[in-house]
């Protein structure tokens, strides 16, 4: 069955160099020449299969076809999260009810189903937390060491030394001996972070202020 060129309109023969549009709902054949393929650019498409031949139509329909489909996947991805936040909303609500549901005395129960640890004896495990805020801290004589500040944070926060992160603040062309007072920034994890701004665990007349990054200090590990 002769099959026509869309371009030319004229039939296709078995000898003649044909090329296909590489979009699956067309797959149209076409004279090579009548679609400007030469050989270099046919042997291109055959190596690399990154490379298509997409007749003018299809090219012209393309970009809608595939924001049809894009809009498509993203109503379905819509779905997909609404139905995760009902379950995720569900189970808080479970485990609220449950947390809150009275007991045989008919008292109600406190939630305790979440709770943080809070034994700064121990040592023996390892725990990880999360860090994401520092404060700045001084001002504090030269002398005063990173471990200094950590046994005194770890005594009045009631708080495991290790998980206390501190670092002196120096300048860069600092000389040391030169310094009349230093700083240290501060850490300890998040969930406890809001306590370094408690002014009873600090001595008189130090200033506590949240850290920025893009101070112009430099951090020296001493
Ligand atoms: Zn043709
Ligand atoms: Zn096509």
Redesign the pocket.
């Known amino acids: 069955m002769a099959e026509n060129c869309p371009k030319c309109k004229k039939s296709i023969n078995s000898k003649d160099p044909i090329i296909i549009?590489?979009?699956d709902?067309?797959?149209?054949k076409f004279h090579r020449t009548c679609v400007n393929v030469d050989d270099a650019v046919y042997d291109a498409i055959q190596k690399n299969p990154l490379i298509a031949f997409?007749?003018?139509?299809?090219k012209n329909q393309s970009p809608k076809a595939l924001a049809a489909k894009l809009s498509t996947m993203e109503d379905k991805l819509n779905k997909v999260c609404n139905g995760i936040n009902q379950i995720q909303g569900r189970m808080y609500q479970q485990y609220f009810q449950f947390g809150n549901a009275n007991n045989v005395d008919g008292k109600k129960q406190t939630n305790n189903l979440i709770v943080v640890g809070n034994n700064c004896n121990s040592d023996r495990l390892q725990v990880v937390c999360d860090y994401g805020r520092w404060v700045q801290v001084g001002k504090f004589a030269t002398s005063t060491s990173e471990d200094d500040v950590i046994e005194h944070l770890a005594e009045e926060l009631k708080i495991n030394k290790n998980l206390v992160k501190c670092t002196k603040l120096v300048k860069n062309d600092a000389n040391l001996s030169q310094l009349s007072y230093c700083k240290f920034k501060i850490s300890i994890p998040d969930y406890r972070f809001s306590e370094l701004f408690n002014e009873s665990i600090w001595p008189s007349g130090v200033m506590v202020s949240p850290f920025t990054p893009r101070s112009q200090l430099n951090q020296n590990r001493i």
């Open positions: 549009c590489n979009s709902d067309c797959l149209k997409n007749c003018d139509e299809c």
